[in-house]
């Protein structure tokens, strides 16, 4: 257990919806990072924020969305929904912003766009 | 930006060889390299780190090593067991933004 929590487990939902991923990084943590990995590909970084203000922005598309808020967990939002967002979404956290410490990886949450 | 290649894509292997996979980046500035294992549907694990002032680092049967100066590195695994088999990603981190990953290699150890 790595200590980053990340909630719903599973999404299913239809094409056109909205759904909101929600992660909460270990205790002391003040970094987040969002990553999209698609059936058998790599690790796609989306965004990272860093005690409440963005601080990278990487392939995030303009439908997605995130925010850290200041108890320090964090929501991605996913809007106007298609088949390709299928995929499992990761959050990381780290200790500071430079992102040079160890990231640790919760569990992932599964969307299916059906 | 930064980018990371790895290879192999796939490595199979008998149970007890050695296990090497390799990858190169290209921003001089990435100072921080980590390994993950990912068993299938579930997260990322760190299992090995290195940064950019060590060029070996060494943890049980699985070591990477650095060279800056061809801006690759490799892991290493010895004496794989079955509970090896998983994809593993390499990344590279330059300071700037979240780690960039690699294409990641799925490792089967055939007992």
């Known amino acids: 257990d790595s200590g980053v929590t990340q909630t719903p487990k599973h999404l299913i939902t239809a094409t056109g919806q909205r759904v909101t991923l929600r992660c909460s990084p270990r205790?002391?943590?003040?970094?987040v990072y969002w990553y999209q990995q698609s059936l058998d590909q790599g690790l796609q970084f989306l965004i990272q924020y860093y005690n409440g203000e963005e601080r990278a922005k990487g392939n995030i598309l303009e439908r997605f969305s995130a925010q850290q808020f200041p108890d320090l967990h964090s929501e991605l939002n996913l809007s106007s929904l298609e088949l390709g967002d299928s995929a499992l979404y990761f959050c990381?956290?780290?200790?500071?912003?430079?992102?040079?410490?160890?990231?640790?990886f919760g569990p992932g949450t599964r969307l299916t766009v059906t | 930006g930064e980018n990371v290649e790895q290879h192999p894509s796939t490595l199979s292997v008998q149970e007890g060889d050695s296990a090497v996979i390799k990858c190169t980046y290209s921003d001089s500035a990435s100072n921080y390299f980590p390994w993950y294992k990912q068993e299938l549907g579930k997260r990322p694990q760190l299992i090995i780190d290195i940064r950019s002032n060590v060029g070996e680092k060494k943890d049980q049967r699985i070591a990477v090593t650095l060279n800056k100066t061809a801006k690759h590195f490799s892991l290493h695994i010895t004496e794989t067991q079955p509970e090896d088999s998983a994809v593993y990603f390499c990344?590279?981190?330059?300071?700037?933004?979240?780690?960039?990953f690699g294409s990641g290699t799925r490792l089967q150890v055939q007992p």
């Open positions: 990381a956290s780290s200790a500071t912003g430079l992102g040079s410490y160890e990231q640790y």
């Open positions: 205790s002391g943590d003040l970094s």
């Open positions: 990344a590279a981190h330059t300071g700037r933004r979240a780690l960039t």
